[in-house]
């Protein structure tokens, strides 16, 4: 079992080749990366910033349609709710009106009542479930714009990513630090190679140390 000052001692004496082995992995993936690309990042960088900004104005026009349909169904819900009022108060009169000794008798007009207020009841019946599809149209639009909301920040964030990433070589270097590599990423498959590469000893200086 090594001592915590052998430990250190091995860090030490190892982290000048480690530093090099790191940079040279870095610099390695991203001349890979950037051989397997065979394009002008220049022109890339700039078809890039245009189909982003494409994008961009496209997810506008996505969420300027969705608030005006947003806008249209509440003004027709608004509509809609007035219009059952005013069936409500019409109904309430025709109620007012009923008399059972008038239906036992078989006033024609007790009867007509009857049939204004089934009809009435059945447009209101209609006008409440155009209200409550209305309702669940506009929490639809509202997930949908809140869904277009988060996109249109991605294609911004790239956007501005990609328009401050002028150079070349930081380009691929920071795609090779995040390169996904199986279930891990390039920089976390370095990191443990380099931690094992500093803390753990040859086998022939373990077999020296017994």
Known sequence: MDSLFEIIRRIVRRLPAA???????????AVCLSISDGVDFAGWRQA??????????????????????????????????????????????????????????GNPQQ??????????????????????????????????????EIDLAKTEAAFHATEADSSKIRHYLARAWNLPMGWLKFKWWLAIFLVLYLLVPTPAKSAASR
């Open 111 to 148: 009867r007509a009542n009857r049939e204004n207020r089934a009809r009435l009841e059945e447009e209101r019946g209609r006008l409440s479930a155009r209200v409550a599809a209305l309702r669940q149209e506009v929490t639809r639009a509202g997930w949908e714009r809140d869904g277009l």
């Open 48 to 105: 890039r910033l245009g189909a982003l900004k494409t994008e961009g104005a496209r997810l506008h026009e996505a969420m300027a349609e969705v608030s005006s349909r947003v806008v249209f169904m509440t003004a027709s819900i608004a509509t809609e709710q007035q219009r059952i009022l005013r069936f409500d108060n019409v109904l309430g009169k025709l109620k007012a009106l009923d008399s059972n000794w008038d239906q036992l008798m």
């Open 19 to 29: 530093v090099v082995i790191f940079g040279l992995a870095l610099v390695g993936c």
